[in-house]
């Protein structure tokens, strides 16, 4: 039995191709990746390529995020820092309402400035200033193959 949660692959689902399915692929569907952006920010770039890889979910409030870092299995939480989504602020909120997704957050933030860039670093959380979408990916990719 599915849930709206996670794609289901059987041996009944039809393959592309009648390919074999690739387990490493296989088990990265049935993560998610949370991506925390305002509204005013585009992230649909970012979560289009995320959807080849992981199941994407997003919000544009903080604490909704929060309360979006259950019910599966978790990859990582991307928070895009733009409008009303401060990096330091989302960070401070996650340490206080569930450290234990610190180490999977990564803070995206091309205007930070080093003070700021520092401080998300010393947390255990992962920095990376800019926002390229297959620069992203690739620290997605990376920090996912922890979870």
Request: hydrophobic share 45%.
């Amino acid at each position: 039995m599915c849930t709206f949660l996670y794609e289901c692959v059987s041996s009944s689902t039809p393959l592309e191709n009648d390919s074999p399915i690739d387990t490493k692929r296989a088990k990265s569907r049935l993560l998610f990746v949370l991506v925390v952006h305002d509204q005013a920010v585009d992230a649909e770039p970012l979560c289009e390529q995320l959807r080849d890889l992981f199941i994407v979910r997003e919000a544009t409030v903080a604490f909704d995020a929060l309360e979006r870092l259950t019910g599966g299995q978790l990859a990582c939480v991307v928070c895009m820092v733009g409008g009303a989504i401060r990096g330091k602020d989302f960070l401070r909120l996650v340490q206080h309402a569930s450290p234990e997704h610190v180490s999977r957050l990564i803070i995206v933030d091309e205007s930070a400035e080093r003070d700021a860039a520092d401080f998300v670093r010393g947390t255990g959380a992962t920095f990376l200033p800019s926002t390229d979408v297959d620069e992203v990916i690739a620290v997605v990719r990376a920090v996912s193959a922890r979870a």
